[in-house]
């Protein structure tokens, strides 16, 4: 199993003393559109089951099946960020396999295995030569850590991050120099391995069976082909809760700037898979800054390591990348408002479980009724169609669609229905499998549209869109502006005669207070106990707070320690806010993620409100304040620094678009620049530290720490 790939000779030589280096339908009426649409009835459920569709088992491993496009190509026409990812996981990580004709074992961790499971499924695993995928960190109800099966004649592959728990697990591994679990060991970490962990490791009873070893720089998730996350370590508060809370005592800022370093750390490690320096922009934000500070540092490193082709470097003179680093704070309403396109309907009134998993039930060809689990992600042609689209459309091109699938199988419809003659038959047993599988993908996204439907019009969701759009939009759809949005909310929050969820209330009343500038003490009291909203939930509102959010009407807005204040993104009532030319009174506001992201595009952002972290890199712009000379508070400076004790821590046209939020970005945020990528030719990726719904955004919120007091005294 000893081989030298090119790729590793560079390394640092931190473990050269102790080895050779060597080395994934309803009808659109009922939306009020403004231009009369046409109604078409929606077309027959279908009966017939999902089917699936497994890559069978190959005895030649196949690489180059494996690292395939998976999925749409970028704006740009290009690979997705998703297809270089899977490339270098395929070059550099599963490419060892190929001088191991037994296979593997491939071990990960809690923060590897949302790289792979996002990258890879099982069957393609398999297909490339691993024969089992084991999580090292994962604990039993009990506490303790799982146990595994040693398999003492396969290599394992250790694709794991570099902390203290996964080297400590892979050392266990080989404790026991007589009963080691595998028979060797080849190591791949997902960002720089500190020197503190390669002497523990040089000094372990692992090291005389570890046979290559690199640092892959590849510590993000794809969630969409050019959409990735970076989440929180395993077991910890999510990001929001942790970079938004104000607590000054030791542990929390020690959390916090862990949590900033580790945003850094996976965002550099994006760009190495892109194989460009950026241009790092942020917010004036706290947060913001921060996390571009420390990615800027991140990327420093990676560049004097060689890692990463410095921006004036860049391949075949195109434009270096440019990173606009965010926060949830430029924007606490989007995240709110009711969304009515597919998938971010799906996500709102569905149990969509984690990993996009969702259950359904159907009914059989026998009449029974059946359950299935499916996965709603781009591997579904039909899905990747139509996510995008507004369920209102969505019931029309959905039964049109469906019939012209029929017509252009008439012989397996034929067959399937018991109606065919003998040719019939025989055209319809041969195309019956794919017809099946198809029939079920059709059977699935019926289903779904039917139960949006129904639930749309169960929990009075059109009244509590249309207040919520004249709240954000400041104006009805006549244009009229937004005179009484207390009344209404009063008048909607009283009527009884609709099923309103409580979330929903309280999704109202927090785009209340946000867009009307706060509300008075006494009369959030009032509203809180007409809709019957529970003090644990109260307290979501409340840390609205924490996102610059002004809670008491009357007063202004809280300002936390951070540069000049930049234009808010999300407009007062009384003036005039992005408004969405779609023809439907529910989907009027257009998320300002958006026009950042086109004004960045655009060349168009401000210096002063969207600084660059390295001045001399903005061609034409005005010299530019840097991070340490900002007047930002301590924790944001000091994120320069890595934090003392962190886990595996050291102590326009062809341009390509990051945007990261830290807090979370929404459904509609990642509809929003997927289009404008395609509209501009550009690619536009987006990354977050989640993807959010709104519940989960009020629960976030909720996890924040309560200023209820504090919100009294200010009132």
């Known amino acids: 199993f000893f081989f030298l790939p090119a790729s590793l000779t560079a390394f640092d030589g931190r473990l050269a003393s102790a080895f050779f280096l060597q080395a994934r339908a309803m009808p659109p009426s009922l939306f009020r559109?403004?231009?009369?649409?046409?109604?078409?009835?929606?077309?027959?459920?279908?009966?017939?089951?999902?089917?699936?569709?497994?890559?069978?088992?190959?005895?030649?491993?196949?690489?180059?099946?494996?690292?395939?496009?998976?999925?749409?190509p970028s704006g740009s026409g290009g690979p997705s960020l998703r297809d270089r990812a899977r490339q270098r996981l395929v070059s550099e990580v599963l490419g060892t396999l190929r001088a191991m004709p037994c296979g593997a074992v491939l071990l990960v961790d809690g923060v590897t295995m949302p790289v792979i499971s996002s990258l890879f499924r099982v069957s393609e695993l398999m297909e490339a030569g691993v024969h089992l995928v084991e999580h090292i960190t994962m604990r039993g109800p009990d506490g303790n850590y799982l146990r595994r099966q040693q398999l003492t004649s396969l290599p394992a592959l250790y694709f794991l991050t570099p902390s203290v728990e996964s080297l400590g697990r892979l050392i266990d591994d080989f404790r026991n120099p007589k009963a080691p679990a595998y028979a060797s060991a080849h190591l791949f970490f997902s960002s720089r391995v500190s020197d503190a962990l390669v002497a523990k490791l040089k000094a372990s009873p692992a090291m005389p069976r570890v046979r290559s070893f690199k640092e892959v720089h590849l510590e993000f998730s794809l969630r969409e082909a050019?959409?990735?996350?970076?989440?929180?370590?395993?077991?910890?508060?999510?990001?929001?809760?942790?970079?938004?809370?104000?607590?000054?005592?030791?542990?929390?800022?020690?959390?916090?700037?862990?949590?900033?370093h580790k945003i850094g750390t996976s965002l550099a490690t994006l760009f190495t898979t892109l194989g460009a320096a950026p241009i790092v922009r942020a917010a004036t934000s706290a947060v913001a800054a921060a996390i571009a500070c420390a990615t800027q540092e991140k990327l420093d490193a990676l560049d004097r390591a060689g890692a990463l082709p410095a921006v004036e470097e860049a391949a075949s003179g195109a434009p270096p990348p440019l990173l606009l680093v965010l926060d949830?704070?430029?924007?606490?309403?989007?995240?709110?408002?009711?969304?009515?396109?597919?998938?971010?309907?799906?996500?709102?009134?569905?149990?969509?479980?984690?990993?996009?998993?969702?259950?359904?039930?159907?009914?059989?060809n026998s009449g029974q009724s059946l359950s299935k689990e499916v996965l709603l992600n781009e591997a579904d042609p039909l899905w990747l169609r139509y996510r995008h689209m507004h369920i209102a459309d969505l019931t029309v091109e959905l039964d049109a669609d469906y019939k012209a699938f029929l017509r252009d199988n008439e012989a397996s419809a034929g067959l399937a229905s018991g109606n065919a003659d003998l040719s019939e038959m025989a055209a319809g047993l041969r195309a019956m499998p794919k017809f099946q599988e198809a029939m079920g993908r059709w059977s699935l996204h019926i289903s779904l549209v039917s139960e949006l439907v129904s639930r749309y019009e169960a929990f009075g969701l059109e009244a509590?869109?249309?207040?919520?759009?004249?709240?954000?939009?400041?104006?009805?759809?006549?244009?009229?502006?937004?005179?009484?949005?207390?009344?209404?909310?009063?008048?909607?929050?009283?009527?009884d005669a609709t099923a309103r969820s409580p979330i929903d209330a309280l999704r109202l009343l927090m785009v209340y207070v946000v867009t009307q500038e706060g509300i008075k003490p006494e009369v959030r009291r009032e509203l809180f106990e007409l809709a019957g909203i529970q003090p644990?939930?109260?307290?979501?509102?409340?840390?609205?707070?924490?996102?610059?959010?002004?809670?008491?009407?009357?007063?202004?807005?809280?300002?936390?320690?951070?540069?000049?204040?930049?234009?808010?993104?999300?407009?007062?009532?009384?003036?005039?806010?992005?408004?969405?030319?779609?023809?439907?009174?529910?989907?009027?506001f257009t998320p300002p993620l958006?026009?950042?992201?086109?004004?960045?595009?655009?060349?168009?952002?401000?210096?002063?409100?969207?600084?660059?972290?390295?001045?001399?890199?903005?061609?034409?712009?005005?010299?530019?304040?840097?991070?340490?000379?900002?007047?930002?508070?301590?924790?944001?400076?000091?994120?320069?620094?890595?934090?003392?004790?962190a886990a595996g821590g050291a102590g326009g046209g062809g341009r390509r678009l990051v945007v990261f939020v830290a807090g979370g970005v929404t459904y509609a945020e990642a509809r929003e620049l997927h289009e404008l990528g395609r509209e501009m030719g550009c690619d536009v990726m987006l990354g977050a530290t989640a993807l959010l719904t709104p519940q989960r955004y009020v629960m976030e919120l909720k996890e924040l720490k309560a200023l209820e007091s504090r919100v009294e005294q200010r009132a």
């Open 33 to 72: 559109r403004k231009k009369k649409a046409e109604a078409v009835e929606a077309g027959p459920a279908a009966d017939a089951p999902a089917g699936s569709s497994l890559a069978a088992y190959a005895d030649v491993y196949s690489l180059e099946r494996v690292s395939a496009r998976d999925g749409p």
């Open 328 to 364: 949830r704070a430029f924007d606490p309403l989007s995240p709110l408002l009711h969304e009515f396109t597919y998938q971010a309907m799906v996500h709102d009134l569905l149990p969509v479980a984690e990993g996009d998993r969702y259950r359904y039930t159907y009914v059989g």
């Open 594 to 645: 958006r026009s950042l992201a086109q004004r960045a595009l655009s060349g168009e952002l401000s210096s002063d409100d969207f600084p660059y972290m390295r001045p001399h890199l903005a061609a034409s712009a005005a010299a530019t304040p840097t991070h340490e000379a900002a007047g930002l508070p301590s924790w944001a400076t000091d994120a320069a620094a890595e934090p003392a004790g």
């Open 226 to 260: 050019d959409l990735f996350a970076v989440s929180p370590s395993p077991g910890a508060p999510s990001a929001l809760a942790t970079l938004f809370r104000i607590d000054t005592d030791k542990p929390a800022k020690r959390a916090r700037l862990h949590e900033v």
């Open 536 to 588: 644990e939930d109260q307290v979501a509102i409340l840390n609205l707070f924490h996102l610059n959010v002004n809670l008491t009407h009357g007063l202004k807005p809280p300002k936390p320690p951070q540069r000049k204040q930049p234009e808010p993104a999300v407009e007062p009532a009384a003036s005039a806010a992005p408004v969405r030319e779609s023809g439907y009174d529910v989907s009027r």
């Open 464 to 495: 509590a869109a249309l207040l919520e759009q004249a709240m954000a939009c400041g104006s009805s759809p006549d244009g009229k502006p937004c005179t009484s949005p207390l009344a209404d909310l009063r008048s909607l929050l009283a009527d």
